[in-house]
């Protein structure tokens, strides 16, 4: 059974950082792609960032680039969001998902980590 759990999320003044981690177990890390998703209330849920099986690639929204990162390690089969300088606007529950390289029925979801930013 696969299972992605997300943590890290919490409530952060302006300009403060969190760091999201997503632990993935019942399949093989290092065969899927990784990526953070956020949804704000009434709002489509949106891609934020990925990064490639390897973790050779990243990619970013750009609403955050150059304030977060992302970043694996294969062997904790674990992907993390860095957040810095965070804003308002980013106030959502951020999600992790797993795509597998050559399956697009693969394709798995984590239940979402809340992160509100707020003074």
């Known amino acids: 059974q696969v299972q992605l759990v997300e943590s890290g999320g919490g409530l952060v003044q302006p300009g403060g950082s969190l760091r999201l981690s997503c632990a993935a177990s019942?399949?093989?890390?290092?065969?899927?792609?990784m990526r953070w998703y956020r949804q704000a209330p009434g709002k489509e849920r949106e891609l934020v960032a990925r990064?490639?099986?390897?973790?050779?690639?990243?990619n970013f929204a750009d609403s955050v680039k150059g304030r977060f990162t992302i970043s694996r390690d294969n062997a904790k089969n674990t992907v993390y969001l860095q957040m810095n300088s965070l804003k308002p606007e980013d106030t959502a529950v951020y999600y992790c998902?797993?795509?597998?390289?050559?399956?697009?029925?693969?394709?798995?979801w984590g239940q979402g980590t809340q992160v509100t930013v707020s003074s």
């Open positions: 998902n797993a795509q597998n390289l050559w399956s697009t029925s693969r394709n798995y």
């Open positions: 019942g399949l093989t890390f290092s065969w899927y792609n």
């Open positions: 990064i490639t099986s390897t973790g050779g690639s990243t």
